[in-house]
């Protein structure tokens, strides 16, 4: 709750709601089992070369850099639908500096959403 208090050590700005990430609210149920299966998603330093390389950026928005973070922080409203544009050419995999094996995280994913558990999410 806003009080004089708070407001001052805020000095005076906050985030609107819309713009706010509630972590503890989200659902990151997702997340684990995607790093249970792929635990190397962890090492990922978010530097982007995935992104910059992928076949499916070129023609469409996919972006896994982006996808991950979504993932991390429990966003995955709109995860399946993003996912179906990449076609599992592992290019993203073969560039990654941290050795993250992207295409199983995208293939966990996509596993993941077949499953009624995940599938109730979105
Ligand atoms: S290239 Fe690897 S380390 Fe860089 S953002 Fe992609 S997955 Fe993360
Ligand atoms: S596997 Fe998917 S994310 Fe990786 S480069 Fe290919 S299309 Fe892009």
Do not use: W
């Amino acid at each position: 709750m806003e009080t004089p208090e708070n407001n001052k050590t805020r000095f005076g700005f906050g985030l609107t709601k819309g713009r706010q990430i509630d972590y503890d609210a989200n659902d990151k149920k997702l997340c684990r089992f995607v790093v249970e299966n792929e635990p190397s998603l962890l090492l990922c330093i978010g530097c982007g070369g995935c992104t910059a390389t992928c076949t499916a950026a070129g023609f469409t928005d996919f972006n896994f850099r982006k996808l991950h973070h979504l993932l991390r922080r429990g966003e995955v409203f709109n995860l399946e639908k993003s996912m179906k544009n990449c076609m599992l050419c592992g290019k993203c995999k073969l560039v990654c500096p941290r050795g993250v094996n992207t295409r199983n995280v995208i293939f966990s994913l996509k596993r993941a959403f077949k499953m009624t558990d995940f599938s109730k999410t979105q």
